[in-house]
């Protein structure tokens, strides 16, 4: 039995789609069709009902799937205890909301340079519901967001969320930092996440309990340009507190102290079991170690 014909009907079920499957493995939908229908010509079975274009797994398939996972797992394992190098991830296609990358990414691509030498990095920088849409397609293999993922497989793991705190352009006759009521924040410039992000809606939960609705909030995608804008003077933004620590040292920035402080952004990695590769494991436990050492190492 072939195992890259397993392998190409692990994940057409896993996925739920062939051009999904074809996405995730870098293959032609043609060719994962292929290996299904010669899987299927082995077996003396259909694997998968297909019906108004709508694939969906038969019984024989879901009778399979389980022994298909177990073999992928086998081949797995023998090579890593025969140090056989890992041919199901030539390449990681890791995603990451840009937040992360103002924080601790530097340090997670320094431990995967090591880790996975011989690896390729492919690294997308998008919002969480871009980023989740990818890797539900299986064009990334793990992604870093803002909310977690379920279904299909999908598996997550919470990681230590970033501090988020309001910064304006130094005003030195104010000292380090400067207390600002709510209501008169609310009257101010503001430049924040996106309409939807749990940023923006974290910042107008809080506005709501003092009873007040900031007038001008400015949803940028671009945290680089956020910055720039506040550093300019145009108006008050949320950004992370790691971020901007060296712009406070520096003088550049002031923080804005509110009764109520804005809330953390939280984070998640996202992944599925992927019984033909050793990296997705070892990747995820580095994510999650780096993120928890950022947060230990976290001054403050």
């Known amino acids: 039995m072939n195992l890259r014909f397993l392998e190409a009907f692990y994940w057409v079920a896993t996925l739920g789609s062939v051009t999904r499957a074809a996405e995730k493995l870098t293959l032609t939908q043609a060719g994962v069709s292929s290996r299904i229908a010669s899987l299927e010509q082995e077996m003396k079975t259909q694997l998968f009902d297909r019906h108004d274009r709508r694939l969906t797994i038969s019984p024989a398939g879901q009778r399979l799937l389980p022994h298909a996972k177990r073999m992928l797992n ?3 394992d023998i090579r890593r205890d025969l140090d056989v190098a890992d041919p199901g991830l030539p390449v990681l296609r890791l995603g990451s909301i840009e937040t992360v990358t103002h924080t601790w990414l530097l340090p997670l691509l320094g431990a995967l340079q090591v880790d996975l030498a011989d690896t390729e990095l492919e690294l ?31 598996r997550y793991r919470a990681l230590p969320p970033l501090e ?20 008169e924040l609310a009257e101010r410039q503001i430049l924040t996440f996106q309409r939807g992000s749990p940023t923006q809606g974290a910042m107008m939960d809080l506005f709501g309990t003092a009873g007040v609705t900031p007038h001008h909030v400015h949803g ?31 003088r550049r920035l002031q923080l804005i102290e509110t009764p109520q402080p804005l809330p953390s952004l939280p984070l998640f990695v996202i992944y599925r079991d992927d019984p ?17 050492d950022h947060n230990t190492n976290e001054p403050g």
């Not at 519901?129 to 967001?145: N, S």
């Not at 988020?164 to 209501?183: C, E, I, S, T, W």
């Not at 995608?221 to 040292?249: H, I, Q, Y």
């Open 74 to 76: 086998m081949e797995r």
């Open 124 to 154: 997308t920088i998008e919002n969480t519901p871009l980023l989740e849409q990818l890797f539900r397609r299986g064009i990334l293999d793990i992604a870093i967001l803002a909310s977690p993922a379920g279904g299909d497989g999908i």
């Open 164 to 183: 988020m705190v309001f910064v304006q352009r130094r005003d030195d006759a104010r000292g380090d930092a400067v207390a600002v009521p709510l209501p």
């Open 220 to 250: 940028i995608s671009s945290l680089s340009a956020m910055l720039r804008l506040v550093e300019s003077g145009f108006g008050t933004a949320t950004l992370p507190r790691d971020m901007v620590e060296p712009l406070l040292a520096s």
């Open 276 to 292: 033909s590769s050793v990296a997705i494991a070892s990747v995820v436990e580095s994510i999650v170690a780096i993120a928890n």
